[in-house]
């Protein structure tokens, strides 16, 4: 569970969160040679059309430094205000987010939603500067900016491109060094929390869950505590780029559930799934935690920001 690190990618829309999770993919051999594309997580056809991304992701990444074996849980999120709810849903599964900000157009409304819902739920916030190829970068501007926002270090603002490949070395590495491993009790009862599902026509509803203490097996006998109906695991495994059928997930990692379900109401986001006959007494409340000292720091040093461009845009002009 030690080697285990969950996380998101968070931006405003047309940042380059997918491209970037392209370039995470490739780099830790998720996709051969054969199965690159652009856009790969998003498997929508108006998703590709308009290039952006209306529903989240999953997918499992394994990748050595210095040589330990880590698995890597990334959940790609929508950037667009319409799609809050699926990042908030992403959120809740994960440790850490990567927090991505164009290099040209530096932070955005939506950067700012997406950091709030990141924030209250505690995660570890990695600012990534992405684009830093293009012409109309300006990253010293908005490395700045990202610095006022988030009150860290400079150092601390990783460069990239999601188009060359550039930083992504040292974007794993972080991943690694600053984002926590789960917590969690593998010899405990089973909980795990539902943050989403994904209707499939000859399997039923797939429903994707973090396990946050015990264990899921194939086979079991499980329970949904919010609509307290029974089911039998037909099938669970890891989501890496196509269903990986495994005999159990344990403690800190993603996964997927097959029951037979068919009717989608039947899953609800944020449930609790746990064993019928040794069922945990803890329930896994889908409530954002407001951490108000870190949002009240946060709102300060946007007004801040904010102030200090219209005066100098002002001077300027």
């Known amino acids: 569970m030690k080697n285990i690190r969950n996380f998101c990618i968070i931006a405003h829309i047309d940042h380059g969160k997918s491209t970037l999770a392209d370039r995470l993919l490739e780099y830790t051999g998720s996709v051969s040679d054969r199965e690159k594309k652009d856009q790969l997580l998003d498997n929508m056809d108006l998703e590709r059309e308009r290039g952006i991304t209306i529903k989240s992701h999953a997918i499992q990444m394994d990748y050595t430094h210095n040589g330990e074996q880590f698995i890597l849980n990334l959940i790609d999120t929508p950037g667009h205000v319409d799609f809050s709810y699926e990042v908030s849903r992403s ?5 850490g987010a990567l927090l991505i900000v164009d290099a040209a157009q530096s932070i955005q409304a939506q950067t700012i939603s997406n950091l709030y819902l990141a924030l209250e739920n505690d995660l570890e916030i990695i600012p990534i500067l992405n684009k830093v190829d293009l012409p109309s970068a300006n990253p010293e501007e908005v490395t700045d900016d990202i610095v006022d926002l988030l009150g860290c270090d400079s150092e601390e603002v990783i460069h990239a491109s999601g188009k060359t490949g550039f930083g992504v070395d040292t974007i794993l590495e972080a991943i690694i060094d600053r984002i926590p491993a ?7 009862p089973l909980q795990a929390l539902i943050f989403d599902s994904v209707y499939n026509s000859y399997r039923g509803i797939e429903t994707y869950f973090r396990v946050l203490n015990g264990e899921i097996k194939k086979g079991q006998r499980i ?3 919010a609509t307290d109906n029974e089911y039998f695991a037909d099938e669970v495994g890891t989501l890496k780029l196509e269903q990986v059928v495994r005999k159990s997930v344990k403690t800190g990692d993603v ?3 097959i029951t ?3 009717t989608a109401k039947e899953v609800k986001v944020g449930d609790t799934i746990t064993d019928a006959v040794n069922p945990t007494t803890e329930t896994t409340l889908y409530i954002s935690r407001i951490l108000l000292p870190k949002r009240s720091i946060l709102i300060s040093n946007w007004i801040s920001w904010s102030f200090r461009r219209l005066l100098a845009r002002s001077f300027i002009s």
């Not at 789960?182 to 405990?188: D, I, K, L, Q, V």
Request: aromatic share 10%; net charge negative; glycine share 14%.
């Open 223 to 225: 329970k949904f505590m």
């Open 91 to 95: 959120i809740a599964a994960c440790e």
């Open 260 to 262: 037979g379900i068919k």
């Open 182 to 188: 789960p917590e969690g009790n593998p010899e405990a």
């Open 255 to 257: 996964g997927y559930l």
